[in-house]
């Protein structure tokens, strides 16, 4: 399938997200006052480098004129550059001579401040993707711990993000704990509502580390749904991003109603690669378990409000092994079913920790993004079904493309 398949502003930021941005004193300058990017720009040699140095700070996030949002990356061999200033506004440029307004999304005021006991904000568990406001006071996953039998990893195989280290413990989490120390909560609502007050927020999403028993995993999100909601009230809509939770626990949750929509992170479709890619999700709940629990969600939020969020491209890894052609045929199967049960899984864009800059790999990586998001959005339309705005919205959507082409062809 053609990269034509896709609606132009999509084309457009798919594009940016696989060739990214060339270096210039104007990028650099932007990292000042940006959201700042965890992956510096790397200098390749021979390349034109006014710093000096062989790395260089980068914004995060990249914002046209209309709201679409996406993740910078740089490369020296992109047609892409960005010119112009904070104050006087930034164009993004191509060699061959288009040109189009662009702003970075900048780093909030209150992530810059701190609570009333002296407390970072930027430490109290609460973080920025564009509109969304993140609320993760629970950061390490117990499934980094939990190795199998013969001493193997049982983390996702894409996963960093879930090992216990500076975070937890700054955050007061004790990994056998299911509830976090009252001072964590109390930072993470002066944070929220600090960040609320300076405005931009339009959903909160609560994520957090796993834990091998899915009933206290419950029982965490639970109780964050409701110390979140008191700060939020009708201020924004609240999501849970926990793992898949037992039918009793998922009836209490939406009796209390503390939260809009749920979201439960299959990641990959069929159950051997589920196997494979999530070990601990496996081990400890089940590929069929965990659809059902989706299943349980949509009786009672709704078509339309029940999600699972899935990695486009770890596929591709060797330990999985499969071609581009492949992934994208089981990957768009599995949209599919999904759909026709009334959740909506939603594709993010795996980037490799590694970089794997070979034309291949990054060719391979585009042709199954590009395919898979064509492909689903004509099954998203049978089915009736469009990613709602109170989940996430394209302000948000920096490693995904369904909220840009629902809005392109609606």
């Known amino acids: ?10 084309r457009l930021k798919s594009d940016l997200m696989f060739n990214g941005l060339r270096y210039t004193p104007s990028l650099g300058a932007a990292a000042e006052h940006a959201f700042p990017n965890w992956s510096p720009y790397r200098f390749q040699p021979g390349e034109a480098n006014p710093t000096g140095r062989p790395t260089a700070p980068l914004p995060y996030l990249l914002r046209l004129a209309d709201g679409t949002t996406l993740r910078v990356r740089g490369s020296g061999k992109s047609a892409w550059s960005v010119d112009g200033d904070k104050d006087g506004g ?72 879930g090992a216990p280290d500076m975070r937890s413990k700054t955050l007061g989490q004790d990994m056998d704990a299911v509830l976090l120390p009252a001072g964590t909560y109390a930072h993470m609502a002066e944070t929220l509502d600090t960040a609320l007050n300076e405005g931009g927020i339009r959903t909160v999403y609560l994520v957090g580390g796993s834990m091998t028993d899915w009933s206290r995993e419950a029982d965490r999100f639970i109780d964050l749904a409701d110390k979140v909601r008191a700060v939020v009230g009708d201020r924004a809509t609240i999501s849970c991003g926990s793992g898949a939770l037992p039918d009793d626990k998922l009836k209490d949750l939406h009796a209390r109603g503390t939260v809009d929509n749920v979201c439960f992170n299959l990641e990959v479709w069929s159950e051997p690669l589920f196997a494979k890619v999530c070990p601990g999700k496996q081990a400890f709940v089940g590929h069929d378990r965990w659809i059902a629990s989706l299943e349980t969600a949509v009786g009672l939020w709704g078509r339309g409000r029940v999600y699972s969020a899935m990695v486009a491209g770890v596929e591709l890894e060797p330990e999985v092994g499969l071609t581009w052609e492949q992934a994208a045929e089981t990957a768009l199967k599995g949209a599919e079913d999904l759909c026709s049960r009334g959740i909506i899984p939603v594709y993010s864009l795996y980037w490799p920790l590694g970089g794997k800059d070979h034309p291949d790999y990054l060719s391979n990586l585009m042709n199954l993004f590009e395919t898979l998001n064509a492909g689903y959005a004509a099954i998203r339309r049978r089915h009736g079904l469009h990613i709602w705005d109170g989940f996430l919205t394209h302000q948000a959507a920096y490693m995904q493309l369904e909220c840009d082409i629902d809005r392109e062809v609606a």
């Open 1 to 10: 399938m053609a990269m034509t398949d896709l609606p132009p502003q999509a």
């Open 90 to 161: 930034y164009h993004l440029r191509h060699d061959d001579g288009r040109a189009l307004p662009v702003s970075f999304v900048p780093l909030p005021g209150w992530m810059r401040g701190a609570t009333a006991d002296g407390t970072p904000m930027a430490q109290c568990g609460v973080s920025m993707l564009g509109s969304m406001a993140v609320v993760n006071v629970a950061p390490g996953c117990q499934y980094f711990q939990a190795d199998g039998p013969n001493g193997e990893s049982r983390r996702c195989l894409f996963c960093t993000y």
